[in-house]
């Protein structure tokens, strides 16, 4: 019995002096997926960002036509109304003056938020 336990004592001293060798060389490595590589793009990827990049220029240049029209209403108004309060007095204040004033306000609310939008 003595030699049977011997030998099951080397075999564990052997197997424990040579796990850690069997943790670091014994396993195979990890594949690591690498991402795939950038394609060429397709016509149909082309023509639709062609497509796109059109119809952005032209959002572009519908908005700069609106700006374009709402500030030469904006001068026009600004200019009606200051006729308007050159022809007043202290004690008249007529309600085409208030009107005036609410559509350039209006106006030039609309103007900054699509200026902001460029």
Do not use: Y
Not at 4 to 12: D, I, N, P, R, W
Not at 27 to 45: F, G, Y
Not at 86 to 93: A, F, T, V, Y
């Amino acid at each position: 019995m003595r030699s049977h336990s011997l030998a099951s004592g080397l075999l564990f001293l052997l197997l424990l002096a040579f796990a850690p060798w069997r943790l670091c060389f014994g396993q195979t490595p990890r594949q690591i997926p690498l991402p795939p590589l950038h394609q060429a793009p397709s016509s149909e990827d082309e023509e639709r960002a062609k497509l796109e990049k059109e119809m952005a220029k032209k959002a572009n240049q519908e908005r700069q036509a609106q700006l374009r029209r709402d500030t030469n209403d904006l001068l026009k108004l600004a200019t009606e109304l200051k006729l308007s309060v050159d022809k007043s007095n202290e004690n008249i204040l007529s309600l085409d003056v208030i009107k005036k004033a609410d559509e350039i306000e209006r106006l030039a609310h609309s103007v900054k938020d699509k200026m902001k939008a460029n």
